[in-house]
């Protein structure tokens, strides 16, 4: 009987802490987004990522505070019957390539390496600002990743792969270094569920496209190029970021319920037990969109004049 109590004490003690951290503390907004596929019928993993990077910059993640990778540059491919456009959609009405795209790691630069250089801050003293993660405890940071992956690995370039293993030290490094507050991971890729079953930092959700075993499927092609052009997790992922506004209260379990195995055709997957907060109150904007928070404080500032002339 003692026993029995014991157990629900704890269980009552976490059901109150996680209600009581229900809202974030974070004070800014980080996004790094990387497609790892190269060459033109991986047109729709490009796609996928400049859909994602329209999202949170139409939901108040500026530039400077977004890390772009794209593997290879589809726009300006030779293929290209529209040079300088990319589309998520047959129909063509969304150019996600659009005007004032800022690409931070193109081609060759997206590697292993240089992602994990990224997230964990150990870049050379020669990378400019805007390739760098400038982050900090407060910062909550959406991580999204496409490609070609299999049972604990995602490919990049088709030359090499990132492990499961060494994506969990990424963030465990982080974590120590007080680089982040929060993430959000997501993943549409083959078997892409493999890719954080061995987190262990805390403070993270993660979700995929397809759960270990199975494939992540392609939505549908344009006929015209000869492709497709995105692939359908993200699809409806998107489709659901589409109602979103910056002053929505719609919650992260609102988005994870939005997929459907019938329209995914593979199994969505989320973990969040390692994630402080309950996805019932955590609210889609606080990864996605974008605070400007103003800490008050009770010292006095004097500012120095100077010697002016009156």
Not at 53 to 66: A, E, F, H, Q, T
Not at 188 to 203: G, H, I
Request: a neutral charge.
């Amino acid at each position: 009987m003692r026993l029995s109590c014991c157990a629900l004490f704890i269980v009552s003690l976490w059901t109150v802490c996680k209600a009581v951290s229900s809202k974030s503390t974070h004070t800014n907004n980080w996004a790094v987004l990387v497609c790892s596929s190269r060459y033109w019928f991986n047109y729709r993993h490009v796609a996928n990522t400049l859909s994602m990077y329209r999202s949170v910059k139409r939901l108040g993640i500026p530039d400077s505070n977004i890390i772009l990778m794209l593997s290879d540059d589809m726009a300006c491919n030779a293929r290209n019957p529209r040079p300088a456009t990319v589309f998520n959609n047959e129909n063509k009405a969304i150019n996600v390539y659009g005007d004032d795209v800022e690409v931070d790691y193109r081609g060759y630069e997206v590697t292993v390496e240089n992602l994990i250089r990224v997230l964990t801050g150990r870049l050379d003293s020669s990378v400019p600002r805007s390739k760098r993660l400038l982050t900090d405890d407060r910062s909550n940071i959406l991580i999204y990743m496409t490609g070609h992956g299999g049972n604990g690995f995602l490919k990049f370039q088709d030359s090499q792969e990132i492990s499961n293993a060494e994506l969990a030290a990424a963030f465990e490094q982080m974590w120590q270094k007080k680089r982040y507050n929060e993430i959000l991971f997501l993943i549409d890729s083959c078997q892409a569920a493999s890719m954080f079953k061995l987190f262990y930092s805390p403070n993270i959700i993660a979700s995929s496209s397809s759960r270990v075993g199975e494939e992540s499927l392609s939505h549908h092609p344009d006929t015209d190029i000869g492709v497709h052009i995105i692939d359908r997790w993200t699809y409806y992922a998107l489709e659901f970021l589409e109602g979103v506004s910056p002053a929505s209260q719609v919650t992260m379990e609102n988005f994870f319920a939005s997929f459907r195995k019938e329209d995914v055709r593979s199994t969505p997957t989320v973990r969040s037990d390692l994630f402080r907060r309950s996805l019932k109150t955590t609210l889609v904007t606080d990864f996605f969109g974008s605070v400007r928070s103003i800490e008050l404080m009770n010292t006095t500032v004097l500012r120095d004049q100077g010697n002016k002339p009156c």
